[in-house]
Every structure is written in C-alpha cells, then in structure tokens.
C-alpha cells in the first residue's frame, strides 16, 4: 500500500511538471487538440512513471498496455470535463487549478487496470 501512495506521489509532481516539457515541443493548434494532447501527455507520463516505479518500489505490480490505455481514457475524459462541462470549472474552488483533472483522470484509470 505504501509503494502506491508512494507511486501515485511521483505521478502526480513528474505527470505535473512534465506535461509542460513535452508539450512544448508541439505547436499549438487549438484548444481542442491541446486538450487533446495534453491529455495523451498526462496519460504516457502516468503510465511510464509506474512503470518505472514497479521496477524500483516492493509491491507496485508491473502495468501492461491495458493500463496504458486505461490512463489514456481517463485522461481523456478529464479533458473533455474541461472543454465540454463549463459548470465543472465554475464549481471547482479557486485554488483548483483546472489543469489538474485530466492528470486525475489518468492517475483514476491508471489506478483502475493496475
């Protein structure tokens, strides 16, 4: 149990601070295919880090590409919460930063396949 606190700890400060890295390499090209692709960011980080992490935390079970996929829908929906659900955005607390609920998503689906 510890090693996934543990896990879901590094995947939230590296999916957090990554995303920013990788997305810069691509060009904008509206709102809805950023979304998009920072959801696909959010997803690959998520997925990568726990892989990572099985090989180094006890007890973190190797994910396979179901879990990849898995991530990659919850991020998915999370951005489409952002885009498509404005009533979302109003009702989240001003301190909440909006950014945060496709990286939640994938953490979520990750979590789901492990």
Avoid: H
């Amino acid at each position: 149990m510890l090693g996934y606190i543990v896990l879901i700890a590094l995947q939230i400060i590296i999916g957090w601070f990554g995303k920013d890295v990788i997305a810069a390499q691509i060009p904008n090209q509206g709102a809805l295919i950023d979304g998009i692709v920072d959801a696909t960011c959010f997803a690959v980080i998520v997925w990568l880090v726990g892989l990572i992490g099985s090989l180094v935390l006890k007890a973190v079970r190797r994910p396979g590409t179901s879990t990849l996929v898995s991530a990659l829908v919850g991020a998915l929906i999370g951005a489409a919460i952002i885009l498509f659900v404005p009533e979302v955005l109003q009702a989240l607390p001003a301190q909440v930063n909006p950014g945060f609920i496709p990286l939640a998503g994938a953490i979520l689906g990750y979590l789901v396949r492990r």
